[in-house]
């Protein structure tokens, strides 16, 4: 199945979020598609599924919009 | 004492004198004057808000004075919602500023909250803020920024119709001891949550149902729609 997965990450060193189509199996995860971005999300990210806020182990289905943003926490 | 219309001519002449009085009944919390806070507070009162209310219980350290914008070295050690509060009332003498040093999510915050319009979340850690918006009255708002080296992240939280920091920030719940921070970001996106409390004050918010990603060296600005979960 397809997914296309947005990285804001790449905002964080001055550049534009990165967009990749991803061909997955069925039952993969959001963790999944965050480890072939190579995305370290060892601080913690937000992840929307579709726009809604969901979680690494959340199934992704054909044709989801994915999207990962990084951890923010200062002011 | 200066008349209010002097001070805020050129506010009138953009947004016109009934704004300007609309401006003046409205009462803002500010949750945390740290670095966002002391930039959203200083606008709104340079914008003519009539009330204030600004609650953190740090101290003013040196690592603050790279971007908190109401402090300056002579403050190192005083109480930041004290120094902030005089700061803040010596802009225009206009508006009324109230000081509490208080600790979100260990203090009662209720009573101070209902008395407001709407509430600017400054704060810098996650437990602090789902306190916050544990205790936010129903219809009164919530702009919401957070910040990472260069990158910041806004949203208005409108309870029972957008998405809440719960579900938004779920993945999140330590903190680390040194975020990165440049003043830039700061007042960028200090500016823009100030805007925005102003679009919810005059009840058109931009942010409802949306985050504002900002990346200060690429010039990067773009809305992502994010709805409940």
Known sequence: MKIQAKSFFTVLSGGRPTIKVFDMPEGTTAEEVIREMKIDMSDGAIILINGRPSNEKSVLREGDDFAVMPPVSAA | ?229
């Not at chain 2, 001070?7 to 919390?29: C, H, T, Y």
């Not at chain 2, 208005?156 to 719940?173: D, K, M, N, Q, Y």
């Not at chain 2, 805007?195 to 058109?204: F, G, R």
Request: charged fraction near 20%; aromatic fraction near 6%.
């Open chain 2, 1 to 229: 004492m200066i008349a209010r219309d002097d001070i805020f001519v050129r506010n009138i002449a953009f947004w016109g004198s009934e704004q300007q009085d609309i401006l003046a009944g409205k009462s803002v919390f500010i949750a945390g004057v740290g670095a966002l806070g002391c930039v959203v507070a200083e606008i709104l009162v340079r914008c003519g808000i009539g009330r204030v209310v600004v609650a953190d219980r740090g101290v003013i350290d040196p690592p603050d004075l790279n971007r908190q914008a109401l402090y300056t070295v002579g403050d190192l050690g005083e109480p930041k919602a004290y120094i902030a509060a005089d700061r803040l009332k010596a802009l225009t003498g206009l508006t009324e500023v109230v000081a509490m040093n208080v600790s979100i999510g260990e203090d009662d915050i209720a009573g101070a909250l209902s008395g407001c319009d709407g509430v600017a979340d400054c704060l810098d850690n996650f437990p602090s803020r789902f306190a916050l918006e544990d205790a936010l009255p129903e219809k009164i708002f919530m702009v919401t920024g957070a910040l990472r080296g260069d990158y910041g992240q806004l949203t208005s939280i409108i309870p029972g119709r957008t998405v809440r920091l719960r579900e938004l920030f779920a993945g999140f719940g330590k903190t680390e001891k040194i975020v990165p921070v440049i003043p830039t970001i700061v007042f960028a996106a200090g500016s823009l949550m100030a805007q925005e409390i102003l679009n919810n004050l005059l009840c058109k918010p931009q942010l409802a149902g949306r985050i504002l990603v900002v990346g200060m060296a690429g010039f990067y600005l773009e809305h992502v729609p994010v709805k409940p979960a």
